[in-house]
Structures are given as C-alpha cells and as structure tokens.
C-alpha cells in the first residue's frame, strides 16, 4: 500500500496496531474506484458468458497483491472455477528508445493456497546445522535472572526485542532449552500471526493445546467441549460440576468457537478468561515450574495482552517463567512492570564483525577467505538470518548476483511499514550508495521536511 501511496504521491491509508483507515483524499475516490471494480465484473461476466470460461490476468502493485488481492482471490475462484486467473505483480525497469527507464509489470507465475499446510504460528523448523554464536552476555543475563528468580520464589518474564532476522528466537529457544537442562520443566508455546486468524486468544489457546493429543483445530465446537470437560476433571478432581461447565465453555471460547461466554459482557469475559487460565497454570505449577512462550507480540491483541500482564502479576509468587518476542515500532505496549515479577528486557544488535565471521566460519568451513567474511558482514550487517541466506548464496553463486526472493521479501515488508517520505529518503539513498556522502541525503531529508 506505500507502493501506492508513492505512485500517486498522495497518502490513501492511515495505519493503526492492526487496522488501515481511508484518508479523506481516498474516500473521495473511492466511488470512481467502485465503479472500476464494477467494470472488471462485466467484464468477467462477458468472459464467462460467451467463452464458459477462459483466463484472466490481473496486473497490480506487488504490495497490493499481497496485502489485498491474493487474501480475497479465493472467493473469486470459488465462485468461477472456470476461469483461469493469473495475477501479474513484479516490477522491472526497461529502456524506451535510450530516452529513458520506466516501470513495467512482468508477469510472474502465482500461487494459490488452497490449504493450511501447519496451524496458524506455526514457526518453520530451524537448520539444525546453524550454531548459536554470540549472546554470550545476553544469556549471562538471562541465566543470573533464573537463579535469582528461583531463590527468591518470583515469576521472571524475559522479553527479546529486535529487528527481523536478528535472533530474536533463537535466543529464546536457547533459554528454554537451558530451562529443559535443568530438570522437569513443561514449556508451552504459541505464536501470534499476522494473518489468516481472527482469534485473537489463538496464541495462548495453542500454548494451552499443543500437549493435548486429543485435541485437534479441526474438531467440532462439541467434541472440544466434551474433551475439554473431561480434562477440567482430571485436573480439578474436587470441583463442581458448575467449575467443569464453565471451564470447559472457556477452552472452546479460546479455540475460536462459539461459546456461552459469548453472552456475557466484555468486563466479564475477561475476567473469567483471565481466572480460568490462571487456575490451569496453578494447576501445571503444582507439579513442576511452566515456561509459557509468545513470539510475536507486535501483531498481539490488546486482549492477549491484558492477560499476559494478569499472568505476571497472578503468578508473581510461583516458578514460572514468561518469555515474549517483539519488532520495534509496534504500538502493543509491552513489556509490563509490576513490584511483584523480575523482568529482562533485552534490545537485541547484530552480530559483530568477529561473531559474523565465527558463523560464517562454522558454515563455509575453515577455507573460507578474509574476503568472503569481510563482503559477507557488509551485505549482512551481521544480522543472521541474512548472513546465512547469503551464505547458501555464496555457496550455488559465489556470492555474488541477486539477493534470494526471501531476503528480497523480508526487505520489502520493512519497506512497507514507512511512509512516503522514509520511502524517498531511502529511494536516494539507494541511489548514493553505500560509500556517498551522508550530507547530501542530510540535505534531501531537510528539503522534504521544508514541504
């Protein structure tokens, strides 16, 4: 969408946490657009008409593709499986009789996703062959923080911020495999999404579940009730059938489902949310110390938020451990203090030059040369997950050629996130190069700010 907002040179979208809102320059347009969209429908209906079927190439901005088009195609498709649809979304620079570049979409082959392949936050399995490098103070930290946590019978939460790509997981799998090392610990994990799921208590329901083998995202409403019943007796053997009842209805609110707590008001819902996970936890801690892990929190609910900061404080005086991920910039306020919880927060930096090298080193192997290790920090900037996508580059092309389609993706989503002015301070920038003079984007960015 900023690829519009610089096409056009007008802002069309204010974004908010987890919401977009048309500026007023859009929805002054909004009615001419309607009736664009309006032609492409009879247009399709004379495709479908006088063909019965055929294809339909759509050509459009590669971030309104990603971010509109392809999350509605299925409905298309659905309702006209006899079209052929191809979407057309990469833009490349071409000559036109030496009077200069201008921009064309190429078409390029798509894919539609017909099926979930894993749940929601799923995280993808990390090459086990990666060493872990660095961190060595980070975890001293950490590590000092879980003694002095346990001596003191106080829950400790650590949270790891950070850029994509610069460790962020990897340092939590560390401490909780650190956590495992030392005895019997049950260690529950979620991830929140951003994307393809509007249950905003997902995360903590796939915590809760992910030791379950009964249990299955794909169940019926009264199979989860049924299952989630029995459970609640096994766990609270001397409870009512009331505290089973409403237990129970919580578990399938959680997993997205239509519950009678539905009925009830926000204040309330929260409130028997917030209990009934607290006394599941208490129940869990009874029997060893709980690690509860939530990566991902810049695309977090302000709900699930509200219940981490209860399950701090609930839990202030027992061996649990919270451990969250976060991007900067997001507006999901977090980490939490309270006088009752340790909290480590730790604002994650790239590799430096040394630990890049160790890393390329254990990945390359000891003939790699001063070179590779020097052009490979700079093009990475000691961020890891580019340093080893660069090194399986190095690797199949010598290190030279273009970035892989992932760098290029995980580049182009922070693109995204600025504005128009960021979009053109950086468009010069790429233009200086890495060894220009700095005032000269210096005077550029002023010049902007002057407007």
Not at 177 to 202: A, F, I, K, Q, T
Not at 295 to 323: K, M, N, P
Not at 326 to 331: K, L, V, W
């Amino acid at each position: 969408m900023c690829s519009s907002d610089l096409y056009l040179g007008v802002q069309l979208f204010r974004r908010y946490n987890r919401a977009l809102e048309l500026t007023d320059v859009a929805k002054a347009a909004l009615p001419k657009l309607g009736e664009g969209f309006d032609c492409m429908a009879q247009a399709v209906t004379i495709l479908r008409s006088q063909q019965g079927g055929g294809s339909l190439t759509v050509s459009a901005a590669p971030s309104f593709a990603s971010r509109w088009l392809m999350p509605r195609l299925h409905r298309f498709i659905a309702a006209h499986p006899e079209i052929d649809v191809r979407i057309s979304a990469r833009m490349r620079r071409v000559s036109v009789d030496g009077k200069g570049d201008v921009a064309e979409r190429a078409t390029v082959e798509a894919w539609l996703a017909v099926a979930a392949t894993a749940p929601p936050g799923t995280r993808r399995r990390r090459r086990r062959d990666v060493p872990f490098v660095g961190r060595v103070e980070e975890m001293g930290v950490i590590t000092s923080a879980l003694r002095l946590s346990a001596a003191h019978g106080r829950t400790l939460l650590v949270h790891a911020g950070g850029e994509t790509g610069v460790g962020k997981s990897r340092l939590l799998d560390q401490v909780v495999r650190h956590l495992s090392d030392m005895g019997d610990v049950e260690v529950l994990e979620g991830s929140c999404v951003p994307y393809g799921e509007s249950n905003v208590w997902w995360p903590i329901a796939h915590a809760l579940t992910d030791h379950m083998d009964q249990v299955d995202e794909s169940m019926r409403p009264d199979e989860l009730l049924t299952i989630a019943r029995s459970r609640s007796e096994s766990m609270f053997p001397s409870a009512s059938s009331a505290h089973h009842d409403r237990m129970a209805d919580v578990f399938v609110h959680l997993m997205g489902h239509p519950s009678s707590i539905d009925r009830l008001d926000p204040a309330s819902t929260r409130t028997i949310v917030h209990q009934s996970v607290v006394e599941v936890l208490e129940a869990r801690l009874r029997r060893h110390p709980v690690v509860l892990r939530i990566d991902d929190l810049h695309w977090a609910d302000s709900e699930l938020i509200d219940l981490l900061r209860h399950l701090v404080t609930a839990l202030g005086r027992q061996q649990f451990v919270l451990l969250t991920s976060m991007r900067p910039g997001s507006e999901v306020e977090w980490p939490t203090v309270g006088d009752r919880t340790n909290v480590v927060t730790l604002a994650l930096q790239p590799l430096t030059r040394d630990e890049t090298a160790e890393l390329t080193t254990a990945l390359l192997g000891d003939s790699t040369t001063p070179a590779t290790l020097s052009t490979l920090y700079d093009r990475s900037g000691g961020n890891p997950l580019f340093l080893i996508e660069l090194v399986a580059l190095t690797g199949t092309r010598g290190g030279d050629g273009e970035l892989p389609d992932s760098l290029r993706t995980l580049i182009a989503a922070r693109l995204d996130q600025l504005d128009t002015d960021q979009r053109r301070v950086i468009e010069n920038a790429a233009v200086i190069g890495a060894s220009g003079d700095v005032s000269s984007l210096m005077r550029f960015a002023e010049a902007l700010d002057r407007k």
